[in-house]
């Protein structure tokens, strides 16, 4: 199964952009990147997917790279509420999300 | 509205005792997920389900058992045969597509006394 990598925790000033990076080399060509993100004691809430073009939506954007070993979720404005743990994940032909251990993302005001 | 419910929410439980916990949706999803998340982790599939009346074993099934009467419901039993239950337990719903996101429900915090 493809994995990725992702730095264990980074922080960021509130109202400046934050950019989180994911390494994942041995994705496979019918991957799609998922980014999810986690407050304490909550379900993971779905944030944004690619895959092989840039997207954006309301919450973030994400830059996928030309060869598609790595990806970069962009906040483009962070808030004290943007403080979670950021997970990039690979879904597979088999439906199924392969999670890492995520990115611990401090917002400091 | 549309969602995912868990319930409990908090569950304590002696040693030796099985026990379940319930995941219902009204998004009229086919495809149906449990994990556990063990603290400081990432999530670990349980067990998944695609159709009413099939599902298949995920990373770490063993201990657990699950049934898929309902498009809509979806119950996780823990059992006594689970050597390490206490955890964070989550459901999630989905469709098909390798594009579709999860939703998750809010999750069961499962302890053993």
């Known amino acids: 199964d493809a994995k990725t990598t992702q730095p264990n925790s980074m922080e960021s000033n509130e109202e400046e952009p934050v950019h989180l990076p994911c390494n994942h080399s041995?994705?496979?060509?019918?991957?799609?990147i998922h980014w999810y993100r986690q407050l304490p004691s909550q379900g993971p809430e779905y944030v944004i997917h690619g895959l092989t073009s840039n997207v954006n939506n309301r919450m973030a954007s994400l830059a996928i790279a030309e060869d598609r070993k790595s990806s970069t979720l962009i906040l483009h404005r962070a808030t004290l509420r943007d403080a979670a743990v950021y997970y990039c994940?690979?879904?597979?032909?088999?439906?199924?999300?392969?999670w890492g251990a995520g990115t611990k993302l401090i917002i400091k005001p | 509205d549309g969602g995912i419910t868990q319930s409990p929410k908090y569950l304590f439980r002696k040693e030796g005792q099985n026990v379940t916990l319930s995941c219902e949706q009204n998004?009229?999803?086919?495809?149906m997920y449990w994990y556990r998340q063990d603290p400081g982790q990432g999530l670990r599939l349980i067990y998944y389900?695609?159709?009413?009346?099939?599902?298949q074993k995920g990373d770490i099934a063993e201990g657990y058992s699950v049934s898929r009467e309902k498009k809509e419901s979806f119950p996780l039993t823990v059992t006594s045969a689970q050597k390490n239950p206490t955890a964070f337990y989550l459901c999630a719903s989905s469709g098909l597509g390798t594009a579709d996101e999860q939703f998750f429900g809010p999750g069961t915090r499962l302890t053993v006394l």
């Open positions: 994940i690979l879904r597979d032909s088999n439906y199924q999300l392969i």
């Open positions: 041995t994705i496979s060509g019918t991957d799609y």
């Open positions: 998004l009229n999803h086919d495809a």
């Open positions: 389900s695609q159709i009413v009346n099939d599902f």
